[in-house]
C-alpha cells in the first residue's frame, strides 16, 4: 500500500508498518498491557488513516506519529496514547540534544572552549571539551531530575562542573605529612618516603597531580610550611631552595587531566615558628618572587599566607619577617594572598582553617571533627540573584519568597548530587580514596561504596550579582547607599540561615559561597536581557558582579572598598574573597601594602588579595605594564599578560569574553 515514508532529515526511505506496531505495544507494555494482537488491529486503523489522508503522498515520520496518537485516543486507549506522546517527546529530546552536541563538538574543534582559563588549547584538551559537553547532555537528559535540569537550562540556577556530576568530587585539602612519612601509591608500585627536600617537594607535585586526575576541582595542601619541615631540618637554605624552585617548575609544566592542564594547586603556610618550617616557608616565597626560567609570572601554586596576631601579623611576632617577605612578593607577583585566622568566624579553629585559591574554605563537620584536612567540597550550585529581583519587580516581600524557594530548590539538587556521588566506589576515585586521603575512607575496600567519606565533605549553595540585584530592588548597590549595603547584608544572611537550615533537616555540612564564577560571568546575563530586556545598571553589561563584590568598574578607595564587602565573608562559610585593584605592580610601596593587609585584618576579612596588570615579553623577558601591544624594550609582540580570574592566576588569552569584558572595565581603587 505504501512505499516510501520520508524521515526528519528529508532523506525517503521504506516504509515498514512494523514499526508502528512495536511502538503501539511498546506504550502498551509501559502501561502494564500485553495484547501484541491489538497493536496489530490498531496499526491496521492507523495504515486506513493514512491511506485517507494521503491518498498514495509520502507522508513523514511526524505525520505518521501524529496519527498514531489520534487513533489511540479514539480507539479508547488514552493511557497507551500519553505513554506514547511521553515517548516521543522523550525521544524528540534526545534528537534535539545530539544536535546540540554536534554543533558544540563542531565549535570545540575549532577553538578551545574557554569555559575554564586554565585549560589550553592542546589535543588532549579539546577532547576532554567534547566528552565534557558528551556528559553535560547526558546528565541534563538522563540523570537529573527535570525540575533541576530544567531550572538550570532556563537560568535559575547554574550547576557548576555539570559534567562530572556522576563521576567525582570537586576538591580536597590533603594530607601531605601523612603521605610523605608513610609512601604511597599512585597506581604503579609502591613509593617510599622521601629524605631530602628535593626528592619530598618531587613527591609533593605528584600527590598532586595524582589527586587532580581522581577529582574536578582544586588540589591543596593546608599546611604546606609544617608538613615539609621534617624534611630540611638538615639542610641549607640553598639545597631547600633548589627543591622549592623545582617544585614551582613542576607545578607550571606537570599535566593532569590527560595533558589538558596543570594542577590547580594552593599550598597554605605561614603559620609554623619552628626554624624549619620557617626555612620552608622563607624559600618557597623566594622561589616564587624569582619566577620561572626566563622571570616570568608563576601561574600556579596559588600561595595562601595565614595571617595570625602573636604569630606574624605584629613585629615583634616570631614570623613578622616572613609575612614582611609575603607581602613583598605579593607586591611584585600577585601571590600570596592571604587569609586571616583571627576573623570573627575562623579563630575559634586556631590556625586550623585554610583555603584554596578559588576561595573554598571547609571547617565545620557535622559528622566529625572540626577540621581541614582531609576534606573538600563535594559540589556547589549557583542562584541567579538578580533574576529573583527582576521578577519580584521591586518587592522586597516577593523577592525574599522567591529566594527562599530558589535556595532550597538548590539544596534539593544537590542532596540529589550528594547521592549519586555517595554511590561511587573507591575503585571510582583510586587515589583520593584507595590511598585514603579522604577522612573516613580508611577501612573500604575498592568495591565499597564512598559515603563514609563523602558525608565529611560539603555541599554549597552559591550567589552571584548582589550589586546588579541591588540596583534593581533599590536603585542603588551597596557601594553607592548604606540603605542598599544593610539590604545586601541582610539578602546574604538569610541565604545562610536557608542554607543552615538544611544542613539540619538533611543531616549533611550545607554551606553558602561567594561564587567564583568564570564560564557562569555570562551566562546568567545574557538569558535574563532576553528575557526581561536591557535594564541600566543591571542587564545592559556582558556580566554580572562576582558574588558580594563592588562593582569593578565603580571608584570607590580601597579601605572603603573593603570596609564595605567585610561583613559579607562571615556569613559566606563555604568560602569568600576580596581583591583591590592597583594600576601597576606595587613593588615601591611597601607601606601601603602593611597598611592594607592590616585593614583586610581589622575588616573581619577571611581570605583577600591584591590585584595588577603584569606582562611580561617573550622575546626579550620585560617584566612590567604592556600598555600596548609592543614591548617597550624590544619592540616584540609575543606578550604574554597574566590576571587573576575567580581567585587563581591565568593569562588573558584563555579568558572568555565576558572575563575580558570585566577585565577592561576593571578600575584602580584609590589609597585615599
Known amino acids: 500500500m505504501f512505499e516510501k515514508i520520508r524521515k526528519r532529515d528529508g532523506r525517503e526511505v521504506p516504509f515498514d508498518p512494523s514499526k508502528i506496531t512495536e511502538a503501539i505495544f511498546k506504550a502498551a507494555r509501559a502501561q502494564g498491557g500485553e495484547n501484541y494482537q491489538k497493536a496489530l488491529e490498531l496499526t491496521l486503523e492507523v495504515m486506513r488513516v493514512l491511506g485517507e489522508k494521503y491518498e498514495g503522498d509520502v507522508f513523514s515520520v511526524e505525520d505518521v506519529q501524529d496519527i498514531v496518537e489520534k487513533v489511540l485516543i479514539e480507539n479508547g486507549h488514552a493511557r497507551t496514547a500519553k505513554a506514547y506522546i511521553l515517548y516521543r517527546a522523550q525521544r524528540t529530546r534526545y534528537r534535539e540534544g545530539k544536535s546540540e552536541l554536534m554543533d558544540v563538538v563542531e565549535e570545540i574543534l575549532k577553538e578551545t572552549n574557554r569555559e575554564n582559563a586554565n585549560v589550553g588549547n592542546s589535543p588532549s584538551a579539546k577532547m576532554l571539551q567534547i566528552a565534557s559537553a558528551a556528559s553535560k547532555q547526558y546528565y541534563l537528559d538522563r540523570l537529573i531530575p527535570p525540575e533541576f535540569s530544567n531550572a538550570h537550562r532556563q537560568g535559575d540556577i547554574h550547576i557548576h562542573d555539570l559534567d562530572f556530576y556522576g563521576k567525582t568530587l570537586n576538591c580536597i585539602q590533603i594530607p601531605l605529612r601523612k603521605l610523605l612519612q608513610e609512601g604511597f601509591n599512585n597506581g604503579h608500585g609502591y613509593i617510599r618516603p622521601p629524605k631530602r627536600p628535593a626528592s619530598a617537594t618531587a613527591l609533593a607535585a605528584i600527590i598532586l597531580q595524582s589527586s587532580q586526575n581522581d577529582m574536578f576541582g582544586g588540589q591543596s595542601f593546608p599546611f604546606f610550611d609544617r608538613d615539609l619541615a621534617p624534611f630540611v631540618e638538615n639542610a641549607s637554605d640553598e639545597e631547600t631552595y633548589q627543591a622549592m624552585e623545582a617544585l614551582v617548575y613542576n607545578l607550571n609544566s606537570m599535566h593532569s587531566r590527560a595533558g589538558a592542564q596543570v594542577p590547580f594547586s594552593s599550598l597554605n603556610l605561614g603559620a609554623d615558628t619552628s626554624e624549619a618550617g620557617r626555612r620552608v616557608a622563607r624559600n618557597l616565597l623566594l622561589a ?129 548530587r550528594y547521592r549519586v556521588q555517595a554511590a561511587l566506589k573507591v575503585k571510582d576515585l583510586p587515589f583520593v580514596m584507595g590511598q585514603h586521603l579522604y577522612m573516613g575512607s580508611e577501612g573500604l575496600g575498592l568495591c565499597d561504596p564512598i559515603e563514609e567519606a563523602v558525608k565529611h565533605g560539603t555541599l554549597s549553595v552559591g550567589f552571584i550579582g548582589l550589586a546588579e540585584t541591588l540596583v534593581c530592588l533599590t536603585g542603588k548597590h551597596h557601594g553607592e547607599s548604606n540603605d542598599s549595603q544593610a539590604i545586601g547584608i541582610s539578602i546574604v544572611q538569610f541565604m545562610r540561615q536557608l542554607v543552615d537550615r538544611a544542613a539540619e533537616q538533611f543531616n549533611l555540612n550545607y554551606t553558602l559561597i561567594a561564587t567564583p564564577a568564570e564560564g557562569l560571568s555570562g551566562r546568567f546575563i545574557a538569558m535574563d536581557r532576553e528575557r526581561f530586556g536591557v535594564i541600566p545598571g543591571v542587564t545592559d553589561g556582558q556580566y554580572y558582579t562576582n558574588s558580594f563584590h563592588i ?100 593569562t588573558v588569552d584563555r579568558f572568555n569574553d565576558a572575563k575580558i569584558a570585566e577585565l577592561k572595565n576593571r578600575r584602580p581603587h584609590r589609597l585615599s
Open 288 to 416: 616564587y618572587e624569582a619566577g620561572l626560567g626566563r622571570g616570568e609570572n608563576p601561574i600556579f601554586p596559588n600561595i595562601i599566607f595565614r595571617v595570625k596576631e602573636g604569630v606574624n601579623l605584629n613585629p615583634d611576632d616570631p614570623n613578622h619577617d616572613l609575612l614582611l617577605l609575603a607581602m613583598r612578593v605579593a607586591a611584585k607577583r600577585m601571590n600570596p594572598t592571604f587569609s586571616f585566622m583571627d576573623s570573627s568566624f575562623n579563630k575559634q579553629y586556631g590556625d586550623e582553617v585554610a583555603y584554596m585559591g578559588c576561595r573554598t574554605r571547609v571547617i565545620a563537620n557535622i559528622h566529625g571533627p572540626a577540621v581541614t584536612e582531609r576534606r573538600g567540597n563535594l559540589s556547589f550550585t549557583t542562584i541567579n540573584l538578580p533574576r529573583l529581583a527582576l521578577r519580584a519587580k521591586g518587592s522586597l516581600g516577593e523577592f525574599y519568597r522567591l529566594l527562599e524557594s530558589t535556595v532550597w530548590l538548590a539544596c534539593e539538587q544537590l542532596h540529589h
Open 551 to 650: 562593582p569593578v568598574n565603580y571608584d570607590i578607595s580601597i579601605f572603603e572598598k573593603l570596609s564595605r564587602e567585610g561583613p559579607y565573608h562571615k556569613y559566606t562559610n563555604a568560602g569568600h574573597i576580596s581583591y583591590v585593584e592597583f594600576p601597576a605592580p606595587p613593588v615601591h610601596n611597601g607601606e601601603a601594602i602593611q597598611a592594607i593587609i592590616k585593614h583586610m585584618n581589622d575588616c573581619d576579612m577571611g581570605y583577600a588579595g591584591i590585584n595588577f596588570p603584569i606582562d611580561f615579553c617573550e622575546s626579550c623577558g620585560f617584566l612590567g605594564v604592556i600598555d600596548h601591544d609592543k614591548c617597550p624594550k624590544c619592540g616584540g609582540d609575543e606578550i604574554k599578560r597574566v590576571r587573576r580570574i575567580t581567585g587563581y592566576l591565568s
